[in-house]
């Protein structure tokens, strides 16, 4: 995950609140188009580095960016997105860089909004895992979508003969943005980053459970409440059953990781013996 200069991480505290005043007044449709919006605005920075460099130019007055976002986007989006890049254009960003990584974090979260209005929001993030899994699983889909080899239409048709009818109508949005709006990453890289991205808009810990059997509900219910009193803040659980821990489980959050799997304690006790 990119980390943001200090100067960019203030700012888009200051548009993530910009952005939750919004869409708190909107229907799901609304926040669904206000994402989509925002989107459009992502494609258009990532493609201009001039017009970054334009909107984060600190001796450009505001009302000169306003008047260049509305020349620019006046007949494409919606005045509550014009607002918001207006507001971001005011602030300061440590990289033009910056700016579009910020406007792409405001897209996730506001499609994340979109889908908790949808009730869509476990969903969601439920599979945007499942997605990710399903690339670590077929080494040739995720290689098809990550080649600059076909267009963005045949990748969209590729993705759409593997997701339709599967997922919730906000993760394919989410997804087909995952695949043509990648910004010089991997797919997984960019996978990652807007499941990190809606993990946040819902302020809560995304944790990665590895176990030889599945957890039935009482199980699942127990382990969500023990790590939430461990954190300090609610957590999703995503379990991926792998026969390989042989008993115990894997719990990795962040950068963190509580391995009580069998094959842990195996291996420590082997190095214990030869030490």
Do not use: C
């Amino acid at each position: 995950m990119k980390v943001l200069g200090g100067t960019s991480r203030a700012s888009v505290i200051t548009l993530r609140k910009s952005l939750a005043d919004a869409v708190s007044k909107q229907s799901a449709s609304d926040a669904a188009s206000f994402a989509s919006d925002l989107f459009t605005i992502l494609t258009v920075l990532s493609s201009s580095v001039g017009l970054r460099r334009a909107l984060t130019d600190n001796a450009r007055d505001k009302s000169a960016k306003a008047e260049l976002i509305s020349n620019l986007f006046g007949k494409n989006i919606k005045a509550d997105a014009q607002a918001l890049l207006a507001t971001a254009a005011s602030l300061r960003w440590s990289s033009p860089a910056e700016l579009a990584d910020a406007v792409e974090h405001l897209a996730v979260e506001a499609q994340s909004a979109a889908a908790e209005k949808s009730n869509e929001q476990e969903s969601l993030e439920n599979e945007l895992f499942d997605f990710a899994r399903a690339l670590v699983a077929n080494p040739d889909f995720r290689q098809a979508l990550n080649t600059s080899a076909d267009t963005d239409e045949g990748k969209l048709a590729l993705l759409d003969s593997v997701v339709k009818g599967k997922y919730s109508s906000s993760t394919v949005t989410l997804l087909q943005k995952v695949v043509t709006l990648r910004r010089g990453r991997s797919i997984d890289a960019t996978l990652a980053a807007y499941a990190h991205y809606v993990s946040t808009r819902n302020n809560r810990v995304v944790a990665h459970i590895k176990s030889a059997i599945a957890l039935n509900a009482d199980q699942q219910k127990k382990l969500v409440a023990a790590l939430t009193k461990q954190m300090g803040k609610d957590v999703h659980v995503n379990i991926e059953i792998d026969p390989k821990v042989l008993g115990g489980i894997s719990i990795r959050y962040a950068d963190d990781v509580i391995d009580g799997t069998m094959v842990n304690r195996l291996a420590e006790a082997g190095r214990a013996l030869v030490s």
